[in-house]
T-cell receptor
Framework: DGGITQSPKYLFRKEGQNVTLSCEQNLNHDAMYWYRQDPGQGLRLIYYSQIVNDFQKGDIAEGYSVSREKKESFPLTVTSAQKNPTAFYLC??????????????FGPGTRLTVL | QKEVEQNSGPLSVPEGAIASLNCTYSDRGSQSFFWYRQYSGKSPELIMFIYSNGDKEDGRFTAQLNKASQYVSLLIRDSQPSDSATYLCAVTGGGSNYKLTFGKGTLLTVNP
């Protein structure tokens, strides 16, 4: 089955800890994205990557870091510098060309809670 | 700052009625427009996309785009209780900008 997987589904973090959220896709998409969703806030872009070994900051990158060592994988690290990390984190991917570019497909999400 | 505005709702319609969801955007260079459906606790699911002015129909869904007015809408005909969800409008920028800007979503409730 083609799709996007995220793990874990639920994650609990103690204050001062770094945690890494996994995102993998087998859709052969070039671009991958990380969003954060808070209640009533819609989706806000954290980081995005259009090619391996390259990524750009989104609107709310402070306190987060990413890597893109493989086309299929785009992990997100929530660092201790992120003061309010409790949220629903969504990973997405999209093709960059072809018939329907920009069409983003989402993984199931990771719900992060700070204890 | 590119903005996408949606009425947060909730929008409540009876089963079988037409639900009308609206979205306005600020970037005149925007070229691609998407509607996502998000059930509570789940991730967004793409249900419609539109690139050209006018209407696009897919089953019970119709997307309408008016670039001059910077307005995109989604009509859901014969609404069903299973359509109850939050509907997110998303817009890309002009040129080679592949980022999507999302509205905050409209909560739709279809009453049996």
């Amino acid at each position: 089955d083609g799709g996007i997987t995220q793990s874990p589904k639920y994650l609990f973090r103690k204050e001062g800890q770094n945690v890494t959220l996994s995102c993998e896709q087998n859709l052969n998409h070039d671009a991958m994205y990380w969003y954060r969703q808070d209640p009533g806030q819609g989706l806000r872009l954290i980081y995005y990557s259009q090619i391996v070994n390259d990524f750009q900051k989104g609107d709310i990158a402070e306190g987060y870091s990413v890597s893109r060592e493989k086309k299929e994988s785009f992990p997100l690290t929530v660092t201790s510098a992120q003061k309010n990390p409790t949220a629903f984190y969504l990973c997405a991917s999209s093709p960059l060309g072809g018939h329907r570019p920009n069409e983003q497909f989402f993984g199931p999400g990771t719900r992060l809670t700070v204890l | 700052q590119k903005e996408v505005e949606q009425n947060s709702g909730p929008l409540s319609v009876p089963e079988g009625a037409i639900a009308s969801l609206n979205c306005t955007y600020s970037d005149r260079g925007s070229q691609s427009f998407f509607w996502y459906r998000q059930y509570s606790g789940k991730s967004p699911e793409l249900i419609m996309f539109i690139y050209s002015n006018g209407d696009k129909e897919d089953g019970r869904f119709t997307a309408q785009l008016n670039k001059a007015s910077q307005y995109v809408s989604l009509l859901i005909r014969d609404s069903q209780p299973s359509d109850s969800a939050t509907y997110l409008c998303a817009v890309t920028g002009g040129g080679s900008n592949y980022k999507l800007t999302f509205g905050k979503g409209t909560l739709l409730t279809v009453n049996p």
